[in-house]
């Protein structure tokens, strides 16, 4: 009889053990030993012959990496929450299912947001960066004040899995929550949160935090402008985990500049990897480098999920958790 050809999983980066002893379980596993991005014409020989490429939210998912893989492709699972980096559309055209990540980074998505609104209320990285520096302080009746958060109320644009996580643990910390989103959260959690929904321009000119939770598509590209911005209450604080190109990052410069808002706390950038570089002479901007869900067990548990989706795919069955376009 001849050899039957076992399915190949073309991995574009190193991924935690359990996750490759899944897809090892059920094809031959390619995996790129990097923990960065492959340049493109190795991505593109790393994916030919995949029955399913398991990748990263900075490879571009377009029609020439799914041509490169060819017609043997059933699917791409993305380890990460956002697909913004897949061409849905040209997947479709090539009956290539997308999966990506949702529900198992939540948690720690919003626990880093909660570490971002802190340092940016209490001015963490402004604090850190004098000791660093060496130059002298000594605590002061009025050194270094920043912002309470009890009593304040918090804007959350996307109440989805991140959002409502988000929500629920600002309310452990006296903060009213309003919220805009497409459409209407489920009524139990709003009324958990004792949440109100606003127009996204009354939540950015009636709260004092407002944190970003939508994905980045076409409407949410530029959503947070100038004006937008200008719309803020002069004291506010701007929170963004969800990717950075819903910001006009050189606007928020110019707006923090003029102190409205007060202070911003990133975690993604609009050219990610690259910073504004009028941002890194600000003190009232607080800076990460794309940590939302970099955790150890999240980080295990989103190569997990991607790779049993890779694995559904090229047996035929239904994927855990596929993107709906
Ligand atoms: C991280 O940014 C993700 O989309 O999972």
Redesign the pocket.
């Known amino acids: 009889m001849p050899p039957v050809d076992r399915p190949r999983f073309a991995v574009t980066g190193r991924l935690p053990a359990p996750a490759l002893e899944l897809l090892a379980a059920a094809g031959e596993v390619a995996v790129a030993d990097v923990a960065t991005p492959l340049p493109r014409e190795e991505l593109l020989r790393h994916v030919a012959g995949a029955a399913a490429i398991v990748c990263f ?1 900075y490879d571009r998912v377009d029609a020439e990496l799914l041509d490169a893989a060819g017609p043997g492709l059933a699917a791409v699972a993305n ?5 913004d980096n897949v061409d849905l559309v040209a997947a479709a055209e090539r009956g290539v299912a997308v999966a ?2 949702p529900g198992v ?1 939540d948690d720690a ?1 919003a626990d880093l947001t909660l570490a971002l609104l802190l340092a940016a209320a209490r001015r963490l990285g402004e604090g850190e960066r004098l000791i660093r520096s060496g130059r002298p302080w000594a605590w002061g009746f009025d050194f270094m004040l920043g912002r309470d958060l009890r009593g304040k109320r918090l804007g959350i644009v996307g109440l989805g899995g991140i959002g409502s996580r988000v929500a629920r643990r600002a309310r452990a910390f006296g903060i009213e929550i309003a919220y805009s989103n497409r459409s209407a959260a489920e009524p139990a959690l709003v009324a958990e949160l004792g949440a109100v929904r606003l127009e996204l321009d009354e939540l950015l000119a009636g709260c004092d935090f407002v944190s970003l939770h939508m994905p980045l598509t076409p409407q949410t590209r530029g959503l947070i402008s100038a004006e937008r911005l200008a719309l803020m209450k002069p004291g506010a604080i701007l929170v963004n ?3 950075g190109p819903v910001v006009d990052e050189a606007a928020l410069a110019a707006a923090l500049r003029q102190g409205r808002p007060a202070a911003a706390a990133l975690d ?1 950038y609009e050219h990610e990897p690259r910073v504004h570089p009028e941002l890194l002479e600000l003190e009232n901007v607080t800076l990460l480098p ?1 940590l ?2 970099a955790t150890v067990e999240t980080r295990e548990a ?1 190569a997990t999920l991607a790779a049993r989706n890779a694995v559904a795919a090229v047996r035929g069955e239904a994927l855990p958790t596929p993107v709906v376009a």
């Open positions: 939210l380890v990460a929450v956002g697909y990506n990540t980074l998505t985990t969800a990717r993604v794309h939302g869900s989103m």
